[in-house]
């Protein structure tokens, strides 16, 4: 009897491994190394404007996908991030300048301060949910900017403080064509290893605690110890991206990180997914090609009547943070599981076309 080839119509996953898998199809594993390469050539055919672009996406989406972790896959909130996003970034650039540290080994171990930090305010804020957890975080945000502004000996006070250029083997990082290279290497790395940490046993812990804390308990998880743990890994992928920022910038100032920063943060990966990797990074695009566009969107309206009836020009920094709360609203209203579900959507649509139905 002649046999039969089975073609499977779908998700078709007969093993544990197979859902858990990073890439779930050889396609997709394919495509993201080509968009890697791809973006490895950036350097070679865009400008400094465009570059500049891309290395912000970098660092702010490595600290937005800490965000996300807490956020989206604990189930906690914050509204201080942008404060842990300082302390890496001053806690780099005070071991480089003070001790000498180089600075590639300094923004791991700012990492690790931050992570200290942000543990320090998550063991109490562990034990709190809701609003309560809310005005937490809030506090946590002045205490740190508070620190910021006093502690001249740690960030220069309200002068702010120079950074070294990043350097490797004598190299200096120091143009948007060198240091592209810097943020696009240190987001793949902290990309993989959010996506696995997602696979491990502490990672499902931490979507488990989400989804129902209860449930999770009776199985055995301990809450606060996850908790805590969210927001550790949290302020490490914050002290990750800021350190970037500082060495990047090679000035840190304490008026960048206030509690609009830290709003910006959540819209990030509101807009991206809230639960999804994949989404951190989208929603960070967004946020940060959403000014573009309305600065390009004011230039094209220069000198029409609506330009002269609202003046925009001189209100170009009140449309960009209305623009925000709008996009937040938005998403939230039609898309609540945020650019990240919709692209999914699509691929569902054109991998069963004309059956997608």
Same mark, same amino acid.
């Given at each position: 009897?002649?046999?039969?080839?089975?073609?499977?119509?779908?998700?078709?996953?007969?093993?544990?491994?197979?859902?858990?898998?990073?890439?779930?199809?050889?396609?997709?594993?394919?495509?993201?190394?080509?968009?890697? $390469?791809?973006?490895?050539?950036?350097?070679?055919?865009?400008?400094?404007?465009?570059? #500049?672009? %891309?290395?912000?996406?970098?660092?702010?989406? @490595?600290?937005?996908?800490?965000?996300?972790?807490?956020?989206?896959?604990?189930?906690?909130? !914050? &509204?201080?991030?942008?404060?842990?996003?300082?302390?890496?970034?001053?806690?780099?650039?005070? $071991?480089?300048?003070?001790?000498?540290?180089?600075?590639a080994l300094a923004i791991p171990l700012a990492a690790l301060m931050t992570t200290v930090v942000g543990m320090v305010f998550g063991v109490p804020a562990a034990r709190l949910k809701g609003l309560y957890l809310a005005i937490a975080t809030l506090a946590a945000q002045y205490?740190?900017?508070?620190?910021?502004?006093?502690?001249?000996?740690?960030? *220069?006070?309200?002068?702010?403080?120079?950074?070294?250029?990043?350097?490797?083997?004598?190299?200096?990082?120091?143009?948007?064509?060198?240091?592209?290279?810097?943020? /696009?290497?240190?987001?793949?790395?902290?990309?993989?290893? =959010?996506?696995?940490?997602?696979?491990?046993?502490?990672?499902?812990?931490?979507?488990?605690?989400?989804?129902?804390?209860?449930?999770?308990?009776? +199985?055995? @998880? #301990?809450?606060?110890?996850?908790?805590?743990?969210?927001?550790?890994? !949290?302020?490490?992928?914050?002290? @990750?991206? *800021?350190?970037?920022?500082?060495?990047? $910038?090679?000035?840190?100032?304490?008026? *960048?990180?206030?509690?609009?920063?830290?709003?910006?943060? $959540? *819209?990030?990966?509101?807009?991206?997914? %809230?639960? !999804?990797?994949?989404?951190?990074?989208?929603?960070?695009?967004?946020?940060? /090609? /959403?000014?573009?566009? +309305?600065? =390009?969107?004011?230039?094209?309206?220069?000198?029409?009547?609506?330009?002269? =009836?609202? #003046?925009?020009?001189? !209100?170009?920094?009140?449309?960009?943070? +209305?623009?925000?709360?709008?996009? @937040? &609203?938005?998403?939230?209203?039609?898309?609540?599981?945020g650019l990240a579900h919709r692209w999914r959507q699509i691929k569902a649509y054109w991998k069963l076309y004309p059956f997608s139905h």
């Amino acid at each position: 009897m002649a046999s039969t080839n089975m073609i499977p119509c779908g998700d078709f996953k007969t093993s544990y491994a197979a859902d858990t898998t990073i890439f779930p199809t050889v396609t997709s594993r394919n495509a993201v190394i080509l968009g890697i $390469l791809l973006l490895a050539a950036a350097p070679l055919f865009l400008d400094a404007y465009w570059l #500049n672009l %891309l290395i912000q996406i970098g660092y702010l989406g @490595i600290a937005a996908l800490g965000l996300n972790i807490l956020v989206g896959f604990t189930g906690q909130i !914050s &509204i201080g991030h942008s404060a842990f996003f300082g302390f890496g970034a001053f806690s780099s650039a005070y $071991l480089s300048n003070s001790y000498g540290v180089p600075v590639a080994l300094a923004i791991p171990l700012a990492a690790l301060m931050t992570t200290v930090v942000g543990m320090v305010f998550g063991v109490p804020a562990a034990r709190l949910k809701g609003l309560y957890l809310a005005i937490a975080t809030l506090a946590a945000q002045y205490i740190l900017q508070d620190f910021f502004a006093r502690a001249e000996w740690f960030t *220069g006070g309200v002068a702010g403080t120079m950074a070294e250029p990043f350097s490797l083997f004598g190299f200096a990082f120091d143009t948007d064509q060198s240091f592209f290279y810097v943020a /696009l290497a240190a987001t793949v790395v902290m990309y993989l290893l =959010a996506t696995n940490l997602m696979r491990t046993r502490d990672g499902r812990a931490l979507v488990a605690v989400r989804d129902h804390y209860l449930s999770a308990e009776i +199985m055995g @998880i #301990n809450l606060t110890k996850y908790r805590t743990m969210s927001f550790g890994i !949290s302020a490490f992928y914050a002290g @990750i991206g *800021g350190a970037l920022y500082a060495h990047y $910038l090679q000035y840190v100032s304490v008026e *960048g990180f206030t509690i609009l920063f830290s709003i910006q943060f $959540l *819209g990030m990966i509101i807009i991206g997914g %809230l639960g !999804s990797i994949m989404g951190s990074l989208m929603g960070t695009a967004f946020m940060v /090609l /959403l000014p573009e566009v +309305m600065q =390009a969107l004011t230039d094209s309206l220069a000198g029409t009547s609506l330009d002269r =009836a609202l #003046n925009l020009k001189d !209100s170009l920094a009140f449309l960009r943070e +209305m623009a925000i709360g709008v996009a @937040i &609203i938005l998403f939230l209203v039609f898309e609540p599981d945020g650019l990240a579900h919709r692209w999914r959507q699509i691929k569902a649509y054109w991998k069963l076309y004309p059956f997608s139905h």
